[in-house]
């Protein structure tokens, strides 16, 4: 079993950033994949942000030059900067690790963006 735990999204301003940790603990093999979803809501919960073990990166489109994805593997974290934050940004993130054909989710935390 794996568990993730998610440091505390926030408030922040148009414009302004955030920073999310997760780390993970339990069986993690190597060759994982890290990464943030979102759900905002009435929507589809969709993907941020993904880092495979080796630091190939994949990023939302919407998200594309202003987030940061980065892992620590020696730690098993993952993180998420979060730069020039927009209110459409406002949502529910969930850290996701995905290994050998399983999916694991934390548990959630609000981010919300407005003035």
């Known amino acids: 079993q794996v568990q993730l735990v998610e440091s505390r999204g926030g408030l922040a301003q148009p414009g302004g950033s955030l920073r999310l940790s997760c780390a993970a603990s339990?069986?993690?093999?190597?060759?994982?994949?890290m990464g943030w979803y979102r759900q905002a809501p009435g929507e589809q919960r969709e993907l941020v942000a993904d880092?495979?073990?080796?630091?190939?990166?994949n990023y939302a489109d919407s998200v594309m030059g202003r987030f940061t994805i980065s892992r620590d593997n020696a730690r098993n974290t993952v993180s998420l900067q979060m730069n020039s934050l927009k209110p459409e940004d406002t949502a529910v993130y969930y850290c996701?690790?995905?290994?050998?054909?399983?999916?694991?989710w934390g548990q959630g935390t609000q981010v919300t963006v407005s003035s």
């Open positions: 880092i495979s073990s080796s630091g190939t990166t």
């Open positions: 339990g069986r993690i093999f190597s060759g994982n994949a």
């Open positions: 996701n690790l995905r290994q050998q054909y399983y999916a694991y």
